[in-house]
């Protein structure tokens, strides 16, 4: 088992930053693969990146390459998403998932999953 504790979310401009992070317990931290997903009103839930359980490999949603950076401290048993020029599209609500497997999360999804944090982008 693997609880996830997501924060970070708020309120920001266009064009602007923010930074979640993903609070992880219950299993050792650096032997789960980590990723961000999203869902928008009326909408799917959606990857956005993924990194392995070492952060030695990384893969993105085409939307947010360039301007979302995934990492991860393992000492710190957490994982964050740097969003960066912020647009009204990224609006929504930001899951941290988990699985054994790094590439589970962008093709089947995880295993498990934190509750969300809204991240709400203003025009």
């Known amino acids: 088992q693997v609880q996830l504790v997501e924060s970070g979310g708020g309120l920001v401009q266009a064009g602007g930053s923010l930074r979640l992070s993903c609070a992880a317990s219950?299993?050792?931290?650096?032997?789960?693969?980590l990723g961000w997903f999203r869902q928008a009103p009326g909408k799917e839930r959606e990857f956005v990146a993924a990194?392995?359980?070492?952060?030695?490999?990384?893969y993105y949603a085409d939307s947010v390459k360039g301007r979302f950076i995934i990492s991860r401290d393992n000492g710190k048993n957490t994982a964050y998403l740097q969003m960066n020029s912020l647009k009204p599209e990224d609006t929504a609500v930001y899951y941290c998932?988990?699985?054994?497997?790094?590439?589970?999360?962008?093709?089947?999804?995880?295993?498990?999953w934190g509750q969300g944090t809204q991240v709400t982008v203003s025009s």
């Open positions: 219950g299993r050792t931290f650096s032997s789960v693969a």
């Open positions: 990194i392995s359980g070492r952060g030695g490999a990384t």
């Open positions: 998932g988990a699985d054994q497997y790094y590439y589970n999360l962008w093709r089947r999804g995880p295993d498990y």
